[in-house]
């Protein structure tokens, strides 16, 4: 079945420093790939996606590429603010014609950004 | 922008009770799903819902869940005899067939 790895965290840095943060996959066809974040105490907004291979989400200076040879779609951020310290979660719908298909979820990885 | 509605944003109950969580989705949107998250893991699919009926589900939803579309804006998650393991955040969210999903902000569901 679909499956998203994701790096462990919780990854800690530095205010401006610069943010990556890995995800693969394991899907049949071409699936649709998505990052979420969830701030402390709210729900899950989608922060940017892919829907094609070399696709290019980006998002409040947030990008990510869709790699279909290397199954990745890393986040990358060129200078990170305290304000992005949340969980990130990098998720997968698979391809399914009529649509309705479900997300399947990394584990998270949770960011903190000092001063 | 549309949001999808869940309501309450906190649900304590005792175990053994029924709780009912309830979600309004988008209103032009066709699918339906509830997703779970218990503290500090994974977000894990429960079940999704389309042309007044369940598409899929995962091994989760059990018989102790049920999902309803009672009407023509109300989505809602049934946990018939709920356990303490069933604690977690409960969250709704809707697509219109294409890419996008929408989350609701979540059910905190405690059982005690």
């Known amino acids: 079945g679909d499956s998203v790895t994701q790096m462990e965290g919780p990854v800690t840095l530095s205010e401006e420093a610069f943010l990556t943060i890995n995800c693969t996959y394991t899907a049949t066809g071409y699936p649709s790939l998505f990052w979420y974040v969830q701030y402390p105490g709210e729900g899950l907004q989608l922060l940017l996606k892919?829907?094609?291979?070399?696709d290019k989400g980006s998002n409040k200076g947030f990008e990510a590429t869709y790699r279909k040879e290397t199954t990745s779609f890393h986040l990358e951020k060129g200078s990170v603010q305290v304000s992005d310290s949340a969980v990130y979660f990098c998720a997968l719908r698979g391809e399914k014609a009529g649509g309705g298909n479900k997300l399947t979820f990394g584990t998270g990885t949770q960011l903190k950004v000092e001063l | 922008e549309p949001e999808v509605t869940q309501t309450p944003s906190h649900q304590v109950t005792q175990m053994g009770q029924e709780v009912i969580l309830r979600c309004v989705p988008i209103?032009?949107?066709?699918?339906f799903y509830w997703y779970r998250q218990i503290l500090g893991q994974k977000v894990e699919f429960l079940v999704s819902?389309?042309?007044?009926?369940?598409?899929?589900k995962s091994e989760i939803f059990d018989d102790q869940f049920s999902v309803e579309r009672p009407d023509g804006s109300n989505f809602t998650l049934k946990i018939r005899s709920t356990k303490l393991e069933d604690s977690a955040m409960y969250f709704c969210?809707?697509?219109?067939?294409?890419?996008?999903?929408?989350f609701g902000s979540g059910t905190r569901l405690t059982v005690v």
């Open positions: 819902f389309y042309n007044n009926e369940i598409s899929e």
């Open positions: 892919a829907t094609k291979a070399d």
């Open positions: 209103s032009n949107h066709l699918y």
């Open positions: 969210a809707s697509s219109g067939g294409l890419v996008g999903y929408t």
